[in-house]
Structure formats: structure tokens, C-alpha cells
């Protein structure tokens, strides 16, 4: 039987930040090459469903910039923008990474002190490879405890008196 206790499960939590990016589970980043327009942004970010970023690589896949929902929201939507633009006039440049070989902990850390939730990876050369966002941790997670995750009662604050069944 597993044990179930408060302590036990988040005692584990810890090693589990400590995990390299390398270990999660990551769709592929929604890119665009220098030059696109932000209407064309738009429609890419809308088709892939995840509605958070585009990011802007060259030729060489190495990545110049990011457009998030909060440039999308923040300038666009507020004000009087020509959606006619090249996405390097509302993108941030030089965004935040990380690469493959960092912890999730480092991933959790810049999520919260930068407000970002998707992180672009990029490797040693400055190609992107990946991206993480908060979901493919809250994946991870949760997919490393499945027996205590599967065997909550249907309201975590409820705690049966006996075991259901027969």
C-alpha cells in the first residue's frame, strides 16, 4: 500500500525539481522567420491551439525574438497597431532561455520571478529546440506520482472513515 501522507509525497517533490529539462515531455515551439508580419503571427499562434507564443528564428533556426500573448494583449489589442508590421517591431528580443541541461527547478524559478510561461531552450549555438511551458511541468508532476494522484478520494479535502467496495 502506498503511503499517501502529506509529507512523504512532498518530501519527493524536491528531487523531482532537480530533474534536467531533458526529462519532460515538450511540443514543438510555433516558429516564424524575421520579416513576418504580425497579422501572420497571429493566424500561427490561433492555428496551434496553445495560444501563448511565436517565436522568431533565422534561417538557421538560432533564436532573435519572441511575440507572446502579453505583447498580443498589451499593445495590440490597446492600441493602434498596423498589423502589416514585421513581428521585430513588437517582439522582445533577446528573451530569457534556458537549455536542456538545466533543472526544472531553474524552469520553475524564472517562470515565477519573470512572469513567463513558456521558456524557449535553445542549445549551445543558440538554436532553439524546445520550449517548455507550465503545463509540461504540471505533466511531469504529476505523471511521477501516479498511485497517489489515482487514489485520491473525489474531494482531496475528504478522507473516508472505511475503504469503499466490498
Not at 514543438?28 to 503571427?41: D, N
Request: aromatic share 4%; net charge negative.
Amino acid at each position: 500500500m502506498t503511503d499517501l501522507s502529506e509529507g512523504v509525497v512532498a518530501s519527493r517533490v524536491p528531487s523531482l525539481t532537480d530533474e534536467r529539462l531533458r526529462v519532460l515531455s515538450r511540443r514543438h515551439p510555433v516558429t516564424v522567420p524575421p520579416g513576418t508580419s504580425l497579422a501572420e503571427c497571429l493566424r500561427a499562434i490561433q492555428r496551434t491551439g496553445t495560444g501563448d507564443s511565436v517565436f522568431v528564428c533565422d534561417n538557421d533556426g538560432r533564436l532573435r525574438g519572441v511575440l507572446t500573448e502579453r505583447d498580443v494583449f498589451g499593445r495590440i489589442v490597446g492600441g493602434h497597431v498596423d498589423l502589416h508590421q514585421p513581428v521585430e517591431s513588437l517582439m522582445t528580443t533577446e528573451p530569457r532561455t534556458l537549455d536542456l541541461d538545466q533543472t526544472i527547478r531553474d524552469a520553475l524559478e524564472l517562470m515565477q520571478t519573470g512572469r513567463y510561461r513558456n521558456i524557449p531552450l535553445v542549445d549551445s549555438t543558440g538554436h532553439l529546440v524546445g520550449v517548455v511551458r507550465q503545463n509540461d511541468i504540471i505533466k511531469y508532476l504529476a505523471e511521477s506520482f501516479p498511485e497517489e494522484l489515482l487514489n485520491l478520494p473525489p474531494r482531496p479535502h475528504q478522507r473516508m472513515k472505511e475503504p469503499e467496495g466490498a
